[in-house]
Protein backbone atom coordinates (compact mmCIF):
# COMPACT_ATOMS: atom_id res chain seq x y z
CA UNK A 1 0.00 0.00 0.00
CA UNK A 2 0.99 3.26 -0.83
CA UNK A 3 -0.35 6.88 0.44
CA UNK A 4 1.26 9.98 -1.08
CA UNK A 5 -0.15 13.38 -0.81
CA UNK A 6 1.84 16.80 -1.70
CA UNK A 7 0.75 20.29 0.51
CA UNK A 8 1.71 23.46 -1.10
CA UNK A 9 2.98 25.71 1.55
CA UNK A 10 6.23 27.41 2.39
CA UNK A 11 8.08 24.75 4.67
CA UNK A 12 8.72 25.56 7.77
CA UNK A 13 12.60 26.24 8.85
CA UNK A 14 12.15 25.49 12.55
CA UNK A 15 13.54 22.76 14.54
CA UNK A 16 12.17 20.79 17.38
CA UNK A 17 15.64 21.16 19.20
CA UNK A 18 14.67 25.07 19.45
CA UNK A 19 13.72 24.63 23.41
CA UNK A 20 13.09 27.51 25.87
CA UNK A 21 14.63 27.58 29.01
CA UNK A 22 13.20 29.43 32.05
CA UNK A 23 14.64 29.45 35.91
CA UNK A 24 11.76 28.92 38.66
CA UNK A 25 13.32 28.86 41.72
CA UNK A 26 16.68 26.97 41.21
CA UNK A 27 15.28 24.95 38.41
CA UNK A 28 15.25 25.04 34.83
CA UNK A 29 11.65 24.62 33.24
CA UNK A 30 11.73 23.70 29.43
CA UNK A 31 9.28 24.75 27.00
CA UNK A 32 8.43 24.67 23.33
CA UNK A 33 8.91 28.20 21.57
CA UNK A 34 5.82 29.90 20.11
CA UNK A 35 6.94 29.81 16.31
CA UNK A 36 8.13 25.36 17.19
CA UNK A 37 3.83 25.65 18.25
CA UNK A 38 2.47 27.45 15.14
CA UNK A 39 5.20 25.44 12.75
CA UNK A 40 3.42 21.99 14.45
CA UNK A 41 -0.08 23.58 14.34
CA UNK A 42 0.35 24.78 10.65
CA UNK A 43 1.86 21.30 9.48
CA UNK A 44 -1.36 19.40 11.50
CA UNK A 45 -3.62 21.79 9.66
CA UNK A 46 -2.09 20.47 6.50
CA UNK A 47 -1.76 16.92 6.78
CA UNK A 48 -5.05 15.65 8.99
CA UNK A 49 -7.00 16.13 5.60
CA UNK A 50 -4.80 13.36 4.09
CA UNK A 51 -4.49 10.93 7.31
CA UNK A 52 -5.78 7.28 6.39
CA UNK A 53 -8.88 6.27 7.88
CA UNK A 54 -6.97 3.74 9.73
CA UNK A 55 -3.40 3.65 11.11
CA UNK A 56 -0.83 1.94 9.11
CA UNK A 57 0.56 -1.34 10.28
CA UNK A 58 3.44 -3.57 9.92
CA UNK A 59 6.92 -2.06 8.92
CA UNK A 60 7.05 1.32 6.87
CA UNK A 61 9.58 3.58 4.35
CA UNK A 62 8.21 7.03 4.83
CA UNK A 63 9.98 10.05 2.35
CA UNK A 64 9.20 13.77 3.23
CA UNK A 65 10.50 16.01 0.64
CA UNK A 66 10.46 19.89 1.81
CA UNK A 67 10.91 22.24 -0.73
CA UNK A 68 11.66 25.66 -0.05
CA UNK A 69 11.06 28.76 -2.60
CA UNK A 70 13.65 29.70 -4.57
CA UNK A 71 16.11 32.31 -3.14
CA UNK A 72 16.04 36.22 -4.28
CA UNK A 73 19.24 36.09 -5.81
CA UNK A 74 18.72 32.73 -7.71
CA UNK A 75 19.82 32.16 -11.18
CA UNK A 76 18.13 31.77 -13.96
CA UNK A 77 20.35 29.37 -15.21
CA UNK A 78 19.30 26.96 -11.61
CA UNK A 79 15.88 27.64 -11.63
CA UNK A 80 15.35 26.44 -15.54
CA UNK A 81 16.37 23.25 -13.87
CA UNK A 82 12.76 23.12 -11.79
CA UNK A 83 14.55 21.82 -8.63
CA UNK A 84 17.69 21.74 -6.84
CA UNK A 85 19.32 19.96 -3.61
CA UNK A 86 19.66 22.59 -0.67
CA UNK A 87 22.79 21.83 1.22
CA UNK A 88 22.77 24.54 3.62
CA UNK A 89 20.98 24.91 6.88
CA UNK A 90 18.72 24.10 8.58
CA UNK A 91 20.02 20.38 8.55
CA UNK A 92 17.84 17.50 7.53
CA UNK A 93 18.19 15.76 10.85
CA UNK A 94 16.83 18.60 12.92
CA UNK A 95 14.22 19.21 10.11
CA UNK A 96 12.73 16.24 9.73
CA UNK A 97 11.51 15.89 13.22
CA UNK A 98 8.58 17.82 13.29
CA UNK A 99 6.39 16.38 10.80
CA UNK A 100 7.61 13.40 11.31
CA UNK A 101 6.19 13.36 14.69
CA UNK A 102 2.74 15.45 13.32
CA UNK A 103 2.35 12.22 11.15
CA UNK A 104 2.62 9.58 14.33
CA UNK A 105 0.05 12.25 16.38
CA UNK A 106 -1.94 11.98 13.42
CA UNK A 107 -1.83 8.79 13.58
CA UNK A 108 -0.63 8.05 10.13
CA UNK A 109 0.90 4.93 11.78
CA UNK A 110 0.49 2.86 15.09
CA UNK A 111 3.67 3.45 16.46
CA UNK A 112 6.81 5.59 14.73
CA UNK A 113 8.74 2.64 16.08
CA UNK A 114 7.16 0.69 12.41
CA UNK A 115 9.21 3.32 10.25
CA UNK A 116 12.02 1.43 9.35
CA UNK A 117 13.21 3.63 6.34
CA UNK A 118 13.01 7.35 7.11
CA UNK A 119 13.86 10.26 4.71
CA UNK A 120 13.76 13.89 4.51
CA UNK A 121 14.91 16.00 1.02
CA UNK A 122 15.23 19.12 1.12
CA UNK A 123 15.42 21.60 -1.95
CA UNK A 124 14.88 24.94 -3.48
CA UNK A 125 12.35 24.59 -6.81
CA UNK A 126 9.60 25.93 -8.63
CA UNK A 127 6.42 24.26 -6.45
CA UNK A 128 6.99 25.24 -2.63
CA UNK A 129 5.44 22.48 -0.28
CA UNK A 130 5.72 19.06 1.06
CA UNK A 131 5.34 15.94 -0.44
CA UNK A 132 4.79 12.76 2.46
CA UNK A 133 5.42 9.41 0.68
CA UNK A 134 4.38 6.52 3.31
CA UNK A 135 4.95 2.68 1.59
CA UNK A 136 4.05 -0.27 3.52
CA UNK A 137 6.36 -2.82 3.29
CA UNK A 138 5.52 -6.71 3.30
CA UNK A 139 9.52 -7.93 4.33
CA UNK A 140 12.87 -5.53 4.95
CA UNK A 141 13.93 -5.90 1.55
CA UNK A 142 17.30 -6.74 2.10
CA UNK A 143 18.23 -6.66 -1.70
CA UNK A 144 18.32 -2.64 -1.09
CA UNK A 145 19.46 -2.12 2.18
CA UNK A 146 22.54 -3.43 1.11
CA UNK A 147 24.87 -6.76 2.48
CA UNK A 148 24.84 -5.60 6.22
CA UNK A 149 21.11 -6.30 6.20
CA UNK A 150 21.45 -9.85 4.49
CA UNK A 151 24.36 -9.99 7.52
CA UNK A 152 22.43 -9.42 10.02
CA UNK A 153 19.16 -11.20 9.19
CA UNK A 154 21.29 -14.49 8.86
CA UNK A 155 23.36 -13.94 12.19
CA UNK A 156 26.28 -13.54 10.45
CA UNK A 157 29.04 -10.81 11.62
CA UNK A 158 31.21 -8.78 9.38
Given at each position: ???????????????????????????????????????????W??????????????????????????????????????????????????????????????????????????????????????????????????E????V?????????Q
Amino acid sequence: MVLSFFVACVPPTVTAQQKGVRVRGKRPVFYTKERVRLAREMLWRLFEGHRPPVPLNGPLRVTVVMTFPWKAGESKANRAKGWMPMPVAPDWDNLAKTPFDVLSKLSFWCDDGQVFDGRLVKGWGEKPGIRVLIEAEDGIPSEELGEVAVAVGSGRRQ
